[in-house]
C-alpha cells in the first residue's frame, strides 16, 4: 500500500528534525527541504530509515520560487497528505537600522515560502479531498516583539494566512491550523549566552525551555484523525509563556 505523503519545510534541524521524524514514525513517508547544510538533512534520512522509516531530503530554499517550483514538480504525481510550513529565518534588529535585505529574507522564507509550498500543495489534497496544513508560528508574530518587527510581521502574517486559507479550503475536507512554539531548545535557543537563557526561563510559567519532540507531538496531533474538527486554530505550545 502507498504510503500518505507529507512535505515539510526546514527538516534538517531542531523543530523540523522532530516533525520528520516523529511523522515518519508513524508511517508517512516525508519529504522535508532545507537550505543548506546537506550533513545535518543526510543525519535526519539516514536516523528515519534506521527507524524503519521513509524521509526524503531536499536542498530547496524556499524563498526561492525556482526552487520550490523544481520541488514540486518531484511530488506531482504524488497523493499529498499535507504540508508543515516550518521554514523560518531571523534577522533581528532595531528597526531603523534594519537592512532592507533582512526583511525581504525573512518575509520571503516564513510567508512567501509558505505562500508558494502551500499553493503548490493544495492541488493534490483538493483532488483527493482530504489535506492538513499545520503552519509553524511564533509568539512574536502574536504579541509582536522589540528588534523582530521583519519577524512578527512576517509570523503575524502566518497566523493571518492559516485563518483566511482555513475559511476557504475547509469545504474540501482540507484543514489549516497553526501550531505556536514558545522558548524551544534548538540551535537558535542554544546560542543565547547563558544568562539570556536563565531569564527567559524566569518568564516561563513551567520553569523551562521546550523540547522540539513536545511541538512535534502537537503537530502529529493535527495530522491524526482525532484532530477532524479541528481548523483555523492557533494552538500556543509555550509552556504558558503567551498567557
Ligand atoms: P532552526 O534554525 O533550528 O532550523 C531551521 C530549519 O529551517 C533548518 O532545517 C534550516 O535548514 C531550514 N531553513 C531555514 N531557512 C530555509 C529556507 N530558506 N529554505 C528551506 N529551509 C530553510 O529553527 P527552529 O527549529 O528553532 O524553528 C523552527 C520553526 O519554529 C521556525 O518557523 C521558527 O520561527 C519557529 N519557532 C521557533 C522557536 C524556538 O524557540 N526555537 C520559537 C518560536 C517559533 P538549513 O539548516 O539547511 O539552513
Redesign the pocket.
Known amino acids: 500500500m502507498t504510503k500518505p505523503t507529507v512535505v515539510v519545510?526546514?527538516?534538517?534541524?531542531?523543530?523540523?528534525?522532530a516533525i520528520v521524524e516523529l511523522l515518519a514514525a508513524q508511517g508517512i513517508d516525508v519529504r522535508f527541504?532545507?537550505?543548506?547544510?546537506?550533513e545535518?538533512?543526510a543525519e535526519v534520512v539516514a536516523a528515519v530509515r534506521a527507524s524503519g522509516g521513509e524521509a526524503t531530503a531536499h536542498?530547496?530554499?524556499?524563498?526561492?520560487v525556482g526552487a520550490i517550483e523544481s520541488f514540486l514538480d518531484t511530488v506531482a504525481d504524488l497523493p499529498l497528505l499535507g504540508l508543515v510550513n516550518?521554514?523560518?529565518?531571523?534577522r533581528d534588529g532595531h528597526f531603523l537600522l534594519m537592512p532592507q535585505e533582512s526583511w525581504d529574507v525573512v518575509l520571503q522564507?516564513?510567508l512567501g515560502?509558505s505562500f508558494h509550498l502551500t499553493r503548490g500543495c493544495l492541488r493534490s489534497m483538493l483532488k483527493s479531498g482530504h489535506g492538513r496544513i499545520v503552519n509553524?508560528?511564533?509568539?512574536?508574530g502574536l504579541l509582536g516583539m522589540a528588534g523582530q518587527v521583519n519577524?512578527a510581521t512576517a509570523?503575524g502574517g502566518l497566523h493571518a494566512f492559516t485563518k483566511a486559507l482555513a475559511r476557504e479550503v475547509g469545504r474540501w475536507g482540507i484543514t489549516v491550523n497553526t501550531v505556536?512554539?514558545?522558548?524551544?531548545?534548538?540551535?537558535?535557543?542554544d546560542a543565547l549566552p547563558e544568562s539570556k537563557r536563565r531569564k527567559a526561563e524566569a518568564t516561563i510559567p513551567l520553569g523551562r525551555?521546550?523540547e522540539?519532540i513536545e511541538?512535534a507531538r502537537v503537530v502529529a496531533f493535527l495530522f491524526s484523525d482525532q484532530a477532524s474538527y479541528i481548523t483555523g486554530a492557533t494552538i500556543r505550545v509555550d509552556g504558558g509563556v503567551g498567557g
Do not use: E, Q
Open positions: 519545510s526546514g527538516g534538517s534541524r531542531g523543530i523540523g528534525r527541504l532545507y537550505r543548506s547544510n546537506d545535518a538533512a536542498r530547496c530554499d524556499v524563498a526561492d516550518n521554514a523560518a529565518v531571523i522564507t516564513a515560502g509553524i508560528g511564533s509568539l512574536s519577524y509570523k505556536v512554539p514558545g522558548w524551544i531548545r534548538t540551535d537558535i535557543t525551555m521546550g522540539p511541538v
